[in-house]
């Protein structure tokens, strides 16, 4: 399905969505064309599929359409047709359907389930932002079964909504929240009792969940795993090159990023979407994406996508051992700009600390923390532009790597 909010068959804007059918010999003629009815719906602008919500067999759809205030939902099986089966809304809402969200069964109860986001949704509090979880049957309602409200105002929760697959092996579906202004990610675990408050939350920066990924276990041992887009926004000041974090399932399940992964240049805007792909070149190892929208190699925001095979991608790596030389990278590069965090990502720390500080020329230590082998992030203490020195030590050796401050 290939969303067209803008387009204007059925009034200006009122969007359009195209369904094509798999086949041995795919084309580029849609099987289906589902049209928005309303002026400045932007139907199509979120699309979600690939689960069952009524278990009748057939795979369903949803789509937001958050100038309308609505989700439309869609059966599939030998009876979908243009006309939605179920219609979605939110009364105290000013963008619900910009996120949506197709699940698994959350609740334990056999029926795929349905997430909506709405970000500038009033509740208790002014545009706090809402999700709103609606559990599957037959025939599905749309009366809310659960609401979570943002606390603060202008929060965003619900900016991105997303299903996750199974994050920590207990057999349901879990999913995620995304507060991009606040920049955080709530994680629910499905439960027969899900509800408030989240079970975990992920915490970032630079508009960190303005997109989630999920349903996809990458090194292959029995959890799924997330990834977080955090694009570069700086809420008015120039956009930075923007990151893409991954977080690998457990149980528990760390809060701590396994990979962090770093757009090549300010403004790209590296992470403003990501996905996992499956196996795309039949290699048996599953492969990742992420959109920059906004870099240059081709023209001004021309944008570009990266595709990752995760057999060359370093994920939560243990390949240097402690009484070797450990080995980091310095991320965003050697040159660093003063408004934004460094990230480490480090190997040669397995099971241990290791003690990570920053030299001046002089010789001084202006920054020191301890360290494990996950990917960690520095914020930069206020230091003046200049030279500096990365010292990285583990047990029996250490590593040095020079970094240029720019202000």
């Not at 089966?85 to 609740?107: C, E, M, R, S």
């Not at 989240?198 to 990458?218: E, K, M, R, S, T």
């Not at 090549?264 to 290699?283: K, L, Q, T």
Request: one cysteine or more.
């Amino acid at each position: 399905a290939i969303g067209a909010p803008r387009d204007n068959a059925g009034g200006t804007n009122a969007g359009r969505v195209y369904m094509h059918f798999g086949s041995v010999n795919p084309d580029t003629i849609p099987d289906l064309i589902l049209t928005g009815q309303i002026r400045s719906g932007r139907f199509g602008t979120s699309i979600s599929g690939g689960y069952d919500v009524n278990r009748d067999g057939g795979m369903d759809i949803l789509v937001g359409a958050p100038g309308d205030c609505k989700a439309f939902l869609f059966l599939g099986g030998d009876s979908l047709d243009t006309i939605p089966d179920l219609t979605l809304h939110d009364g105290n809402g000013d963008y619900y359907g910009l996120a949506v969200a197709l699940l698994g069964d959350v609740n334990g109860d056999t029926f795929g389930d349905i997430l909506v986001g709405d970000y500038r949704h009033t509740g208790s509090i002014l545009h706090g932002g809402g999700c709103f979880l609606y559990f599957g049957g037959n025939p599905p309602d749309p009366n809310v079964d659960i609401t979570w409200e943002g606390d603060e105002q202008n929060r965003q929760l619900g900016i991105s909504v997303a299903a996750l697959g199974d994050l920590n092996g207990d057999g349901l579906n879990d999913i995620g929240l995304g507060a991009s202004m606040t920049n955080k990610i709530h994680i629910h675990f499905g439960s027969q009792n899900i509800g408030q408050p989240p079970d975990i939350v992920l915490q970032g920066n630079d508009w960190f969940g303005c997109w989630i990924a999920g349903q996809c276990d990458i090194n292959n041992d029995g959890y799924d795993d997330l990834m977080v887009g955090a694009d570069g926004d700086n809420y008015g000041t120039p956009y930075g090159p923007g990151y893409a974090y991954l977080f690998l399932g457990g149980n528990p399940m760390n809060t701590v990023p396994d990979t962090i992964l770093v757009g090549e240049a300010e403004g790209d805007m590296f992470g403003s979407c990501v996905s996992f792909c499956g196996d795309i070149n039949g290699d048996q190892y599953r492969e990742f994406c992420i959109g920059a929208p906004g870099h240059d190699s081709r023209g001004l925001n021309a944008g570009r996508v990266y595709i990752y095979n995760t057999l060359y991608t370093r994920i939560a790596d243990s390949f240097v051992k402690t009484n070797q030389e450990p080995i980091f990278n310095i991320i965003p590069g050697t040159i660093v700009n003063a408004r934004h965090q460094i990230a480490i990502d480090c190997l040669g720390l397995e099971n241990s600390n290791g003690q990570l500080k920053i030299i001046d020329v002089m010789g001084r230590t202006v920054f020191s923390e301890n360290i494990r082998h996950q990917p960690s992030v520095i914020f930069l203490p206020n230091l003046p532009a200049g030279v500096y020195s990365i010292i990285l030590q583990n047990q029996s050796n250490n590593k040095k790597q020079n970094f240029i401050l720019i202000r």
